[in-house]
T-cell receptor, first 115, second 115 residues
Framework: KQEVTQIPAALSVPEGENLVLNCSFTDSAIYNLQWFRQDPGKGLTSLLLIQSSQREQTSGRLNASLDKSSGRSTLYIAASQPGDSATYLCAVKRAGGTSYGKLTFGQGTILTVHP | NAGVMQNPRHLVRRRGQEARLRCSPMKGHSHVYWYRQLPEEGLKFMVYLQKENIIDESGMPKERFSAEFPKEGPSILRIQQVVRGDSAAYFC?????????????FGPGTRLTVL
């Protein structure tokens, strides 16, 4: 059974800092990994998707890396801003089988960036 | 291109009533997924559907819950005889036909409160 863990559970930083969010998963047979952002009381916004054959993806100030063999992904946020404050979720999709479409989520990291 | 749409956004039911949650996927998307987010818990997969077919319902409670995605119209998640423990945010996601990028796009969610 796939389990996804995110560390830290919460993070509070001053504006301008570079920061790293960590995600680990127990089963390396994944199809892809997605990072999402969730604002309080809102839905999920997809930030980055990394296919299992890729090592990293970048979008603006965000960079996500994937080390499938060790079961780890990191989300790097450069020059953080108060508007980055949200819960960040990592989710993996298993390769093959009947659970092809299903995403398994971590518990999330609650990020607060203060001015 | 409108995103994934869910309605209602908020739903209040008394114990024993039925709840119907609707999800319209993004245009061109033929895969629909339902997830549940209980208070203070992470998102959990419930069911994965394609048009007129349930592909994976491994996350659905065995009783009172059902889902459909008819040939025409939105996907429906139906909860019969609701109980207080059903209070949660229910999210729908959609993805395009399985060819390469299977990124899932999420709707804003339906927040169900059972009194």
């Amino acid at each position: 059974k796939q389990e996804v863990t995110q560390i830290p559970a919460a993070l509070s930083v001053p504006e301008g800092e570079n920061l790293v969010l960590n995600c680990s998963f127990t089963d390396s047979a994944i199809y892809n990994l997605q990072w999402f952002r969730q604002d309080p009381g809102k839905g999920l916004t997809s930030l980055l998707l990394i296919q299992s054959s890729q090592r990293e993806q970048t979008s603006g100030r965000l960079n996500a890396s994937l080390d499938k063999s060790s079961g780890r992904s990191t989300l790097y946020i450069a020059a953080s801003q108060p508007g980055d404050s949200a819960t960040y979720l990592c989710a993996v999709k298993r390769a093959g089988g009947t659970s092809y479409g299903k995403l398994t989520f971590g518990q999330g990291t609650i990020l607060t960036v203060h001015p | 291109n409108a995103g994934v749409m869910q309605n209602p956004r908020h739903l209040v039911r008394r114990r024993g009533q039925e709840a119907r949650l609707r999800c319209s996927p993004m245009k061109g998307h033929s895969h629909v997924y339902w997830y549940r987010q209980l208070p203070e818990e992470g998102l959990k997969f419930m069911v994965y559907l394609q048009k007129e077919n349930i592909i994976d319902e491994s996350g659905m409670p065995k009783e009172r819950f059902s889902a459909e995605f008819p040939k025409e119209g939105p996907s429906i998640l139906r909860i019969q005889q609701v109980v207080r423990g059903d209070s949660a945010a229910y999210f729908c996601a959609s993805s395009p036909p399985a060819s390469g990028n299977n990124e899932q796009f999420f709707g804003p969610g339906t927040r169900l409160t059972v009194l």
